[in-house]
């Protein structure tokens, strides 16, 4: 009997819990509800200086960020919301607490506060990047694993910078700029790689990932398994060079672009001033470890670029659209070219001052008529 009790109690607990978890549920704000009022593109507020600001949130753009993708909710950022009343005219508190990303990007806020970036803006210096600065707008943050080393620098860094004024000592610095990420040489104790993006010589672009699986009658999750064919986890040079004829068939002559970029990590938002890699051999060498991993990505519609490990090898072997590294990459050839040439140059400087030194007496004896 004083078992079929704490049975009944045990019973009873579980009910009362589950009707707390639903009720919860069935107070929490949907984003619909927010979006009934600031999805309407005309809706704006006054400010004190009598201009207006617009609180229009696009609903596409929005669902299509990180957080609309991640199914973020509008209260778990405006946390001072707890409840729609709408017999007010404003169903909420006009004057609400500000949106820190800090409360779910700690790691990246910490990394950031040590920045270069943030000590300007402890200055003063109100140019200085925030995250909103560098994000765009909260609403519509989207994913960047998909862009270009370019595509990045363009969104980031050289909307403030000007790599040119800034970059002297740095020989090819345009090749540089296009091929580097700035962050590989401007973050320290990130992880640095290659990317291997597909790339169409025929249209001038870069291949999309949806294209690429569509060719290869896939899907983004069963690539490596159609890929790699002797289950080795990682795509090796004969694998990759399978698909080039796949491609040819449908029209699309590929090639791989390569990029030096950093894993997106809470430490790549550390900026560091007057620390920047300048040494030339951390990574025009073969033993650099930045060329130890090697990620073919695909891009996806959503922003978002699986990477697929590659045969570091691959670089030596397999065709690289205008990515060269010193003993790193397929065409050797050029190596021992290089070297053929500077050595005959330092030869030939050298045989030269030795006949120079050789032929004083005689050049004397010539200038004194003797």
Request: with cysteine; glycine share 6%.
């Amino acid at each position: 009997m004083k078992g079929q009790k704490w049975k009944w109690l045990f019973v009873c607990l579980i009910s009362l819990s589950l009707t707390f978890v639903f009720s919860l549920s069935s107070w929490a704000i949907e984003n619909s509800e927010c979006l009934d009022c600031h999805g309407d593109p005309d809706m704006v507020k006054e400010l004190p200086n009598g201009k207006t600001a617009s609180l229009y949130v696009n609903p596409d753009k929005f669902a299509a960020s990180v957080h609309g993708q991640n199914d973020i909710a509008c209260t778990d950022c405006h946390s001072s919301i707890t409840e729609l009343n709408y017999e007010e005219e404003v169903p909420h508190p006009i004057k609400l607490e500000g949106v820190h990303c800090s409360d779910c990007h700690d790691e990246e806020a910490e990394a950031y506060s040590e920045s270069v970036h943030a000590k300007a803006r402890e200055t003063g210096n109100k140019k200085a990047p925030t995250c909103q600065m560098c994000h765009t707008n909260y609403h519509y943050v989207r994913p960047i694993t998909a862009d270009t080393v370019t595509e990045r620098e363009n969104a980031f860094c050289v909307r403030c910078h000007d790599p040119s004024k800034f970059h002297e000592w740095l020989p090819q610095k345009e090749t540089h700029f296009l091929y580097a990420e700035c962050t590989v040489c401007h973050s320290e104790g990130v992880e640095k790689h290659v990317h291997l993006r597909p790339f169409d010589l025929i249209k001038n672009d870069f291949i999309p990932g949806t294209k690429i699986v569509k060719v290869l009658n896939t899907s983004f999750d069963d690539f490596m398994s159609k890929v790699d064919t002797n289950k080795n986890g990682i795509l090796d040079i004969p694998e990759l060079r399978k698909l080039r004829p796949i491609f040819k068939k449908a029209g699309i002559n590929p090639t791989l672009w390569g990029e030096l970029a950093v894993k997106i990590d809470p430490a790549s938002h550390n900026i560091t001033k007057g620390q920047a890699i300048k040494d030339c051999l951390a990574c025009h060498s073969s033993e650099s470890p930045i060329f130890k991993k090697v990620f073919l990505v695909l891009t996806k519609p959503d922003g978002e670029a699986p990477h697929y490990p590659v045969d570091p090898y691959a670089l030596r072997s397999v065709h690289i659209t205008h990515f060269y590294l010193l003993d790193t990459t397929r065409v050797s050839i050029l190596d021992i070219i290089g070297l053929i040439i500077l050595l005959g140059g330092i030869a030939f400087a050298g045989g030269h001052l030795t006949l120079r030194i050789l032929t004083i007496p005689v050049r004397k004896k010539r200038k004194e008529g003797k």
